[in-house]
């Protein structure tokens, strides 16, 4: 088992800046892929950003490149999601997740935090 837990959500305005953090425990933390997600009320969960055991391949999609930036700390077993220009639809709840390789698809991965919520204002 691995357990998560998100923390650095809030209210910021657009334009601004947000760092998302999610610490593990349980398993060794750099056995796994990690990615994050997002849902926002109505929609389904969508795909914001993974990387890979080491560090070095992360991936992300279009609706939040250049923005967004996704790094570890395995001695810390942390993962951040770094988020700048953040805009209103951006808003929504943020999950990380732990899972065995770097995807796009939620069904990739195997443990999830209970999310953390990012209200950006217009």
């Known amino acids: 088992q691995v357990q998560l837990v998100e923390s650095g959500g809030g209210l910021v305005q657009a334009g601004g800046s947000l760092r998302l953090a999610c610490a593990a425990s349980g398993r060794t933390f750099s056995n796994y892929a990690m990615g994050w997600f997002r849902q926002a009320p109505g929609k389904e969960r969508e795909f914001v950003s993974a990387?890979?055991?080491?560090?070095?391949?992360?991936y992300y999609p279009e609706s939040v490149k250049g923005r967004f930036t996704i790094s570890r700390d395995n001695a810390k077993n942390t993962v951040l999601l770094q988020m700048n220009s953040l805009k209103p639809e951006d808003t929504a709840v943020y999950y990380c997740?732990?899972?065995?390789?770097?995807?796009?698809?939620?069904?990739?991965?195997?443990?999830w935090g209970q999310g953390t919520q990012v209200t950006v204002s217009s």
């Open positions: 990387i890979s055991r080491s560090g070095d391949f992360t």
């Open positions: 997740a732990a899972g065995w390789r770097v995807a796009g698809t939620d069904n990739a991965y195997d443990y």
